[in-house]
């Protein structure tokens, strides 16, 4: 129930072309779901994050989409340029009661020229 | 400024050597974490510091052994080290442990362990 199941595990894009990673979870106290990106040999950057009053929420290219009675998330990445090729992991927070931080299994993304 | 700095970067020692991986933030956070990254895989939580009193310990073996000298900064001592603990070490931070949405990862130490 802990467990935040994460898809695909790689995924091929054409620049310009959409990505579009999912997320799954059981725990339905989980109060927050960010996405972090990470390039080869760096540590997992803070990319975007949604609440679940929240069913979609908008930065730049990147959106994260929210269904709470199907209790998924996913990432979309509009106009996908080479240079967002890294692995993305969802994860997700409760802060009520015991305190939990699960990431998901990560996407590696490749987006090519 | 959401910076956490981690040196050394990249660290080659052997099994009976002794090292340690230093961390440090500037964003008065009181919360920080070392987390163990293998390769293809999510970062896996090893020790938690809140208020600079360590709050979780993960099973982690005890050559590994964390230390708060204050809430800026974390270290992690390395001691007769094993080659499958060769790995991405993380550090990150957060605004209070327990509460807080946001970590904020460091760069990591690549570890390889001879």
């Known amino acids: 129930q802990q467990q935040v199941k994460q898809s695909p595990q790689s995924l091929i894009v054409q620049k310009g072309g959409i990505s579009i990673i999912n997320c799954a979870y059981e725990n339905t106290a989980f109060d927050y779901f960010p996405w972090y990106q990470q390039f080869p040999g760096k540590g997992p950057a803070l990319l975007i994050a949604?609440?679940?009053?929240?069913s979609e929420k908008k930065e730049g290219r990147f959106t994260i989409s929210f269904n709470k009675s199907a209790k998924q998330f996913s990432l979309h990445i509009m106009d996908s340029q080479p240079g967002d090729s890294a692995t993305y992991f969802c994860a997700a927070t409760q802060t009520s009661g015991t305190y939990k931080y699960i990431f998901g299994t990560g996407t590696r993304l490749k987006v090519l020229a | 400024d959401t910076e956490v700095t981690q040196t050394p970067k990249h660290l080659v020692m052997g099994m009976t050597n002794k090292k340690s991986l230093k961390c440090e933030q500037h964003?008065?956070?009181?919360?920080m974490y070392w987390y163990k990254q293998k390769a293809k895989k999510p970062p896996e939580l090893m020790f938690v510091?809140?208020?600079?009193?360590?709050?979780i310990n993960e099973s982690v073996p005890s050559r590994f052994s964390p230390e708060c000298p204050n809430s800026s900064l974390l270290n992690l001592h390395l001691h007769a080290l094993q080659p499958e603990d060769s790995a991405l070490y993380l550090c990150?931070?957060?605004?209070?442990?327990?509460?807080?949405?946001?970590?904020?990862f460091g760069p990591g130490t690549r570890l390889t362990v001879t």
């Open positions: 510091y809140s208020y600079e009193k360590l709050s």
């Open positions: 964003m008065g956070h009181r919360a």
């Open positions: 949604i609440r679940p009053d929240v």
């Open positions: 990150a931070s957060s605004q209070v442990y327990g509460i807080s949405y946001e970590q904020y």
